[in-house]
């Protein structure tokens, strides 16, 4: 059985105990509207919603599946720690923020800032995948994890914003393009995907594949470039002299 | 006495939203107040406001100012001013609706006028410029009067508390327009009062904004020194000068406006000097000459102005923005909640890049019908 919420007129605050105190594995959340934190408290859930959520959807996320049948607003999956996020629509700015574990897939674009100081740990490395575009400051901050850019439909340009990879020093980006991003920082270093690390990215197009109906062998054979903090290069010397 | 930006601090975002319609269809006000609901929390109750263009046909070649009074002292010392300046057609308190959410409040009085002509040859100032020059006039000399709103066929209202409610309190729904605007406070530095509340306007021009501009100091310095005076405590109102003071004075345009205030990196200047050293050198002009005006910091702000209105974020995009459209229909809102709460089925919805402007005018059907 699935728990079935109707969230017109509802508080967030309201919605999120229904969420967080159902009996049902399975939620339902029906014409979700700006609801801020959706998934925030709970745990071992399986969240469906139709209707736009609000900011911080999944915010400090624990082990909840959550699928947006519509575009998500901002700061998604902020902070959080295991679980995955799927957007089958386009996903406001600071998509991933701070993330520490678990996984994004958005099917369509990603706004600015997306994956912002994403970290890892040991054997928690969380990943984004954006099937499209995304805005500026992509992966700003980075200090761990994965974030693949698609850039499906966009094969003729950049998929990225400018100022791509502005502090990262940790994680990798992966971009399916022709096109290198300009501008990078010289802290961080821009080379062709090799087929180790295509390899190392094939479960995650894959499901991002099989969440949006896309061919990922297809996706795979295109080029890829790999962004990584540039070790020859550390950041030194930027204030002061030391 | 209040204290000024810099000497208070509020521990405590901000929410914007606005539509219109280009083909000038009349749109109540209510829309606008049930869009602005959707985002209550990024609103903490210190401020909520409205502005509307259209609003009075049946007036729509006198300004319309909207004032607040501390004292009735202040009511006749205005209107004596107001008198001895303009021709006052009609005047009245504005309805309000008695409600808990909104109290102390001051006294709230709309003037229709229209300047007086020998007043003007006298000052040998243009019309606007006269207008303009007695609003700051009361707003800086006369102690508890504050001009919120001074347009032609437009107004501005506003109060403390949360925008909806503030929005009951107008009774909002007996007004129609072309385009509203609307915010909703949470203010971080200054005062939440009745006179900081958004939109800050001057002449038709009306500014919502979320953000908080760091330059705002060297913006005041500058833009004081062509007789505006910031007198309402708090930052937001600096734009709405700088707004008046280039595109109706300097007659620049809300595109140049945007590159400013906005104003591209150097080195995306300097990228541009190969492809387009035209815009470059254009770029450049106005970084160096301008450079006083460039707005740092977050913002995203909805200027309204009569016939359009112009959604901008920040260069680095540091506050949400989306503007979406339906038939002739564009709205422009912090989040898409706001958006999809008065139009369901909206389409191309997109989020513009930092500092690139969306200006949205009237049809030349909706001119002719509302201007």
């Known amino acids: ?242 | 006495m209040l204290l000024k930006e810099g000497e208070i601090r509020i521990p405590s975002g901000c929410a914007i939203s606005g539509f219109i319609s280009r083909d000038g269809h009349k749109l109540n006000g209510s829309d606008v107040v049930k869009s602005i609901s959707y985002m209550h929390d990024r609103s903490n109750g210190l401020g909520g406001g409205f502005a509307g263009y259209g609003i009075y046909p049946e007036y729509k070649d006198l300004y319309a100012f909207h004032v607040f009074y501390n004292s009735n002292t202040a009511r006749e010392q205005t209107e004596r001013f107001l008198d001895r300046h303009f021709d006052v057609v009609n005047l009245s308190r504005i309805p309000t609706k008695k409600i808990p959410a909104i109290i102390n409040e001051p006294l709230i009085w709309r003037y229709f006028v229209n300047p007086l002509p020998t007043k003007i040859a006298s000052s040998q100032l243009d019309e606007k410029e006269f207008v303009a020059q007695c609003v700051i006039r009361i707003n800086n000399d006369i102690d508890g009067a504050y001009v919120f709103s001074s347009g032609k066929n437009m107004g501005v209202f506003k109060a403390v508390g949360f925008p909806e409610d503030v929005g009951e309190f107008y009774r909002l729904e007996e007004y129609e327009g072309y385009a509203w605007t609307a915010h909703g406070r949470y203010p971080t530095n200054t005062p939440g009062w009745w006179g900081g509340a958004h939109p800050f306007s001057l002449l038709d021009y009306t500014i919502v904004h979320n953000g908080e501009i760091s330059s705002y100091d060297a913006n005041r310095r500058f833009i004081e020194m062509f007789g505006y005076k910031c007198t309402l405590l708090t930052d937001t109102e600096v734009i709405t000068y700088i707004f008046d003071y280039l595109n109706r004075k300097q007659n620049l345009s809300l595109e140049d406006i945007a590159s400013v205030i906005a104003a591209p990196f150097w080195s995306e200047i300097d990228a541009m000097e190969k492809t387009d050293p035209e815009k470059a050198a254009k770029l450049k002009y106005f970084r160096n000459a301008l450079s006083s005006l460039l707005i740092t910091g977050p913002f995203s702000i909805i200027l309204g102005y009569t016939g359009g209105l112009m959604a901008l974020n920040d260069r680095l995009k540091l506050r949400s923005m989306v503007v979406a459209e339906k038939g002739d229909m564009v709205y422009i809102a912090s989040e898409e909640c706001a958006i999809r709460a008065i139009c369901p089925d909206v389409d191309n919805i997109r989020s513009p890049r930092g500092g690139e402007p969306v200006i949205v005018n009237l049809s030349e059907e909706g001119k002719r019908k509302c201007l």
């Open chain 1, 1 to 242: 059985m699935a728990t079935k919420i109707n969230a017109t007129g509802m508080h967030y605050k309201d919605l999120n105990h229904l969420v967080s105190s159902a009996k049902d594995k399975d939620i339902i959340i029906e014409n979700a509207l700006g609801h801020r934190y959706i998934g925030s408290s709970a745990a071992d859930k399986n969240i469906e919603i139709h209707g736009i959520p609000g900011n911080a959807l999944g915010a400090y996320l624990n082990d909840c599946r959550i699928n947006v049948f519509a575009n998500a607003q901002d700061a998604t999956g902020d902070t959080m720690n295991s679980g995955e996020i799927i957007i089958h629509g386009n996903c406001g700015d600071a998509a991933g923020y701070g993330m520490r574990d678990g996984k994004i897939l958005i099917k369509g674009s990603a706004g600015y800032r997306a994956g912002i100081h994403m970290k890892e740990y040991q054997s928690h490395i969380p990943m984004i995948v954006i099937g499209e575009k995304v805005g500026d400051f992509l992966g700003e901050y980075q200090a761990g994890g994965r974030i693949i850019v698609l850039g499906i439909g966009h094969e003729d340009e950049c998929p990225v914003g400018s100022f791509c990879g502005t502090g990262m020093h940790g994680g990798a980006i992966y971009i399916r393009t022709e096109h290198a991003p300009k501008g990078l920082p010289v802290q961080v270093k821009c080379t062709d995907a090799s087929p180790e690390d295509i390899e190392a990215i094939r479960p995650d197009v894959e499901e991002f594949a099989a969440s949006f109906g896309y061919n990922a062998d297809e996706l795979l054979k295109s080029h890829f470039f790999k962004l990584v903090p540039n070790t020859a290069n550390p950041y030194k010397q930027l204030y002061v002299n030391n």
